[in-house]
């Protein structure tokens, strides 16, 4: 009978191949440096094949070694499907449940949704992980992340969606800017440089762009902020405006700011929603959750 890898031997292997260091990749798996090298050096003797190739100071994964990564990812995904289907037949919303949430919606959507999931779903072990949409997006398609609630649209494939509902896009500036009379506002008179946006990867910058209609480009700063609260700083201090959407606006991160917001057009908006593997056997749960979301942010905003 041939002698299969295990599956903690693919896991050990993924890990390496993503960090291509003993130590992290020992480190992610909450193992021993010297058990995890036993490990790789096991599944390598069982598959005949050099899949490292191992110097004083550096880890490179052969050819093979980033087939066999490849292909232990998807057995890894198979096995957790496996575990969903049986789950599925579960009540709803129990056991672990890892989520991952964008930036600038993590802090105004969690703080009112947790108490309610932990009221509702006592059983529900809920892992959360904040980072970038490309970030979750490719934890979820690795199978470290189950669900990710992100801002839409954005490039997605083999994925299911749950649209929520619209965040939409609002003027922000200091109460006496002088780049701007925001009572007479119009896109096309914004002076060169006065629109500070997030940093690349942040997809509320690529949003804003798009939704409210910032064609000309040399109205936008080259100066970037590297996160939302950084963002709030600069434009109360009259650097420059920004956009902001409703969500961030009804939470309290424009306390003690002397920042102003201003409607804009209704089709100005991002959508906020679920996204899930296509294919899985909790879309059902993921459902469940989306209607919870939105629960926990009309309640907010009521």
Request: hydrophobic letters at 40%; charged letters at 25%.
């Amino acid at each position: 009978m041939m002698n299969l890898p295990t599956l903690k031997q693919l896991r050990y292997f993924v890990a390496l191949e993503e960090h291509e260091h003993f130590g992290k990749a020992a480190e992610s798996c909450f193992v021993s440096q010297s058990a995890f090298s036993v490990a790789i050096k096991e599944l390598e003797t069982q598959l005949g094949a050099q899949l490292v190739d191992r110097t004083n100071k550096n880890v490179t994964i052969t050819r093979v070694g980033r087939d066999v990564a490849n292909h232990a990812r998807h057995c890894l995904r198979d096995v957790e499907y496996l575990t969903e289907i049986a789950r599925s037949n579960q009540e709803s919303l129990t056991g672990r449940l890892n989520l991952g949430v964008i930036p600038t919606i993590a802090p105004f959507i969690l703080p009112s949704l947790m108490p309610r999931l932990r009221g509702a779903y006592p059983d529900l072990q809920l892992y959360l992980r904040e980072d970038t949409t490309q970030a979750v997006y490719t934890a979820l398609m690795g199978g470290e992340l189950d669900v990710i609630l992100l801002a839409l649209p954005y490039k997605l494939s083999n994925i299911e969606t749950c649209p929520l509902f619209k965040d939409h896009f609002l003027l922000a500036c200091h109460k006496d800017t002088h780049f701007l009379n925001p009572k007479d506002y119009c896109f096309e008179k914004l002076p060169n440089e006065s629109v500070l946006l997030l940093e690349d990867g942040h997809c509320l910058r690529d949003h804003a762009l798009s939704a409210c209609k910032l064609q000309n480009q040399e109205t936008v700063s080259r100066f970037a902020a590297s996160s939302l609260y950084t963002l709030i700083e600069m434009v109360d201090s009259d650097i420059g405006i920004t956009y902001l959407t409703e969500m961030a606006k009804d939470s309290m991160i424009l306390k003690h700011t002397d920042i102003k917001t201003y409607a804009l057009g209704k089709e100005s908006y991002r959508e906020i929603g679920l996204v899930w593997r296509k294919g899985s056997a909790r879309s059902e749960e993921f459902q469940l959750l989306g209607e919870m979301i939105k629960q926990s942010h009309h309640s907010g905003n009521a």
